[in-house]
Structure formats: C-alpha cells, structure tokens
C-alpha cells in the first residue's frame, strides 16, 4: 500500500444534545490505495480492519459518520425551535461491519393527532432518519416520515420526505435548512392525510384487491391481509389501519407479524429494514392505494 489519506477529524457527538453517537460508528476513516488504479480500501482507524474498496470520486467526497452525523444534527438544533426539539430522541442502526448508519431521531412535542371512524386515537411524532456509507453502498441522505406512538410503527411517506446528496458531490448541510423547514410543512400535510384515510371506510374486498395488486408476491400478500385483519380489530375498518399494517411490517420483523428476516453473515438485518421502509412509501403511492380514498 502506497499512499494513506486520512479525513479530519471532528469532535465525538457524547456532548450533543442528542445524546451520544455510537461507540462502534465513532471513528475516523483512512484510504489506503490499492493495486488497482484508482481503488482504495476504506479503513476503520480505530480497528484497523478494511471495510471494503471505493473509487476515487468517493473517496473524495466522503466524510466519516460523526462528521456527518453532526452536521445534520446541528443543523437541526439550529434550524428548529426550542418546544420543537423537546423530548427528542436519537437511535442508531448499523450494518456492513459499521460502514453503513442510520440515525433516527424522533422529535415527540412535533405531532399529529389521528382519529378513527372507530373512535380509537392515536398521536404521530416527526420523525427525521440520516443514512450514511462510508463504503460507497449509500449517498448521504435524510429522510422525513413519523412515529406512531401506540405501537411505535415508523413512517416515510413519499418524495417530500427524501434529502440527498451523492458522497461524490458532498451533503452541503447550508442547504438542508430550507429543506428542514419545507419538510416540516410537509408533515402536517401528511398529518391531514393520514386523517383523511382514518375517515374512510373500506370493506374487506376492497382491501384484499388492492393488496393483491399492489404486492406481487401472493404469499406475501395473504399474510398482509392478515395484519390488516388484526389492525382493523383495533383501529376499525378504515384506510389507516390497512397503512398502519403496512408499517407494522416495516418495523417489526418476528413472530409478531409473521414477517421475520433470515440471518445474514453481513449483519445486513437493519439495510433490509430501511428498504421494507421504502416499499412501504412506494405501495401508498400506488393508483390502487390513492383509489381507497379516490
């Protein structure tokens, strides 16, 4: 290996207002060039072990975890206000031997109150997610979505909710601001939304239908139908619950919801949790799903 670069290094998060980052994510990165021209290994300085190789453009552009972390947390606090930032909360996910993170804060005073035609209620917190590779397998990202608080399902909804920027370009947080409060906006109208499929009525027929055309996979789909079958039995026979099962699969993978992951040698479980997230966003933006509410 002839050539070492090593990024700078930023101060650890323990002193954030968001509590500390995770011991494991909390390291520098360092590129150690290859054979291969234009390849590098990315290091983990800490360990010393190789995550694996990225090209020269990457290399270029990344930051390690804590540098990245920060500035979207800071950014936050400098972009939101006091009440807003109350109670919040930050938990961390990682896959790929700690080269791939997700942050997930969880902002509880910034709510939704949803009411079904069951009369059963239930608030929605803001939910902001940071996802972040220093292997090259994601660009740096932040997403928008909510927080159910009675059973704690995770929510991104739809094209507002996304924020990225390729590591080979850079994540200029200066512009995240705008987006943070665009977003914000963008929550209380998905508030209004979800409101919206409280208020509907569907029959069990019209459920199954639109399951079926909306997830290709028949097994799949019948255990679907029964999840909504157990979410109606508690939110009533409505839009929302048949969403809230949807997001009972993106957050739960066990016996709970007859959903469960095989085990990986790549402790990937947490990247195919972030992508049931998406198929989520993408089955309630289906014409079959916006139909329920037509």
């Not at 020269?56 to 804590?66: A, D, I, L, Y």
């Not at 949803?114 to 929605?124: A, H, L, P, R």
């Not at 512009?175 to 665009?182: A, K």
């Amino acid at each position: 290996m002839n050539n070492i670069i090593s990024l700078n290094t930023l101060p650890s998060l323990a002193e954030n207002s968001f509590g500390p980052l995770l011991e494991s994510i909390n390291f520098d990165v360092e590129f150690e060039q290859t054979k291969a021209p234009h390849k590098w290994y990315v290091v983990n300085t800490n360990t010393g072990e190789c995550l694996d190789t990225v090209g020269e453009q990457h290399r270029k552009g990344c930051v390690s975890h804590p540098s990245f972390f920060k500035g979207v947390q800071e950014t936050m606090i400098g972009g939101l206000s006091q009440p807003d930032l109350m109670n919040a909360t930050c938990d961390f996910k990682v896959a790929r031997n700690n080269a791939w993170a997700l942050m997930d804060i969880k902002l509880p005073e910034v709510k939704v109150n949803i009411t079904t035609n069951k009369g059963f209620s239930t608030d929605v917190s803001w939910r902001a997610i940071g996802l972040h590779g220093i292997d090259g397998s994601c660009s740096n990202q932040v997403y928008f979505g909510g927080i159910e608080y009675f059973c704690t399902n995770g929510q991104i909804s739809g094209e507002w909710a996304k924020v990225q920027r390729k590591n080979t370009s850079g994540f200029q947080i200066e512009y995240f601001n705008d987006e943070l409060r665009e977003a914000k906006v963008a929550f209380f109208e998905h508030g209004e939304k979800m409101q919206k499929w409280a208020d509907t009525r569907v029959n069990m027929r019209d459920v199954e239908d639109t399951v079926k055309a909306i997830i290709p996979s028949e097994r799949k789909a019948e255990k679907m139908i029964e999840l909504y079958d157990q979410e109606e039995g508690v939110r009533g026979d409505n839009v929302y619950s048949l969403y809230s099962a949807f997001t009972n699969y993106s957050t739960y993978a066990d016996d709970r919801n007859g959903f469960s992951l095989n085990s990986t040698k790549n402790d990937t479980q947490a990247v195919s949790m972030w992508r049931r997230e998406h198929e989520v966003s993408k089955w309630i933006s289906t014409p079959e799903f916006q139909q329920l509410v037509a």
